[in-house]
């Protein structure tokens, strides 16, 4: 450190939130404020002026950071058309995960995450949980992964919920490597929907047999 100036510790800071603990690009200096802050109630004597991993951890954590998969992620069984999802990723840049109710959708999702923010640094994830218009007026710093869980209802087709219709496939042909989309959808749901036929290009079957 007494051989680096303020713009190469910078770096060298940067490159360890981004690549070592995956804090994504969009909450990176918002965590590194809340690094700052907590060494320097620590120089003033805070907790002895000892500063512990658990604690360190718990702020990058809380800025989306990684330290560790999830058990849950850790003991992940893999569905046997993986690197199908994985090619439409690395093709088209977004997926639609569709299968009846139970069969790991969710957890697929997050599994591909997990394993996307490996490979691009800084990846943020973003909920859509609103409709067409939070996905069209989103303004998080790419990269980007868009998570659409169930965007015609979780349990049965809900009507206000059509301008999917149109619109998720509009969205999937204007993905991008640093603007990836993922939705996830029961199949009963989104036959309801009428919607499959607009999609069918991205769409990725997750059943039992899978």
């Known amino acids: 450190i007494g051989n680096e100036d303020e713009e190469r510790l910078a770096t060298d800071i940067k490159t360890l939130l981004t690549e070592s ?3 994504p690009n969009a909450r990176l200096e918002e965590c ?11 120089i003033g004597g805070a907790g002895g002026g000892r500063w512990t991993r658990a604690e360190l951890e718990r702020v990058i954590r809380r800025h989306d950071g990684y330290l560790a998969s999830s058990p849950e992620l850790d003991h992940f069984v893999y569905p046997t058309n993986w ?15 569709i299968g009846q109710s139970g069969t790991g959708k969710t957890m697929a999702t997050r599994k591909l995450y997990d394993e996307l923010r490996h490979e691009v ?5 973003v909920a859509i949980t609103l409709g067409p ?12 992964l868009y998570d659409i869980e169930d965007p015609w209802g979780r349990y049965d087709f809900e009507p206000k919920s059509r301008p999917w219709n149109d ?4 969205f999937f042909g204007t993905a991008r490597p640093d603007r990836m989309i993922v939705a996830t959808s029961r199949l009963d749901v989104a036959q309801s929907a009428g919607a499959l036929e607009t999609v069918k290009p991205w769409r990725i079957g997750l059943e039992a047999e899978h």
Do not use: C, N, W, Y
Request: charged share 30%; aromatic share 2%; glycine share 2%.
């Open 83 to 97: 690197s199908e999802l994985r090619s439409a990723m690395a093709k088209r840049h977004a997926a639609l995960i």
């Open 21 to 23: 603990f995956r804090v």
């Open 133 to 144: 218009e939070q996905l069209r007026d989103d303004t998080t710093e790419p990269p980007v």
């Open 167 to 170: 619109q998720l496939a509009l």
């Open 32 to 42: 590194r404020q809340a690094l700052r802050e907590q060494a320097r109630v620590r």
């Open 121 to 125: 640094p800084g990846l943020s994830r």
